[in-house]
């Protein structure tokens, strides 16, 4: 579909930055390992796992608009479930921040842990309704959608590191 093929780079460009950026993460978690903190689990529940959720979003839909669609309804279908999906987690992620204790959320973390992603979420199953009629808009929807996941991500994920490296100091062992 010609629609689709004209976003290829762009959803190469974003799709590679996802994964990049999860497995970035992977190492982050890994070298901050030996720091445990008592409550960091809720907090990494509600902090956290969204961004690699957000991050792999981002990489889903660069997958999915990179197949070779016949037309776009079926595209549309999957990426306003994404959508659904996501909006849904989004309730479960202010269910988990309002729940952990190690940490009292500021208007920035509402702002990047529910608000922006809602946004993105609730784009992505508006712009599948409008797929089938106005399809070069939906895909500027989608891409707007998961450019907001992907900057929304590494903000969250440089917000944690910063975190974890300035507040959570490792104890002196003697």
Do not use: C
Not at 108 to 114: I, Y
Not at 135 to 154: E, K, S, W
């Amino acid at each position: 579909m010609s629609e689709l093929a004209e976003w290829g780079s762009f959803y190469g460009i974003v799709g590679s930055a996802a994964g990049a950026l999860i497995g970035l993460q992977f190492v982050v978690m890994t070298l901050i390992a030996d720091r445990p903190v008592i409550g960091l689990a809720d907090a990494g529940a509600a902090f956290a796992t969204p961004t690699i959720v957000h991050f792999g979003a981002a990489l889903l839909l660069s997958a999915l608009l990179r197949m070779p669609w016949r037309s776009i309804a079926p595209a549309a279908a999957y990426w306003g479930l994404i959508g659904v999906a996501g909006a849904v987690y989004t309730v479960v992620v202010v269910r988990r921040m309002r729940m952990q204790s190690i940490y009292r959320p500021q208007f920035e973390d509402w702002l990047f842990h529910v608000l922006l992603p809602l946004a993105a979420y609730t784009g992505l199953a508006l712009s599948a309704f409008e797929a089938s009629s106005h399809a070069r808009d939906a895909l500027f929807g989608v891409g707007a959608a998961a450019l907001l996941l992907l900057f929304t991500g590494i903000h969250n994920a440089w917000d944690s590191v910063a975190y974890h490296v300035l507040v959570t100091k490792p104890s002196d062992k003697g």
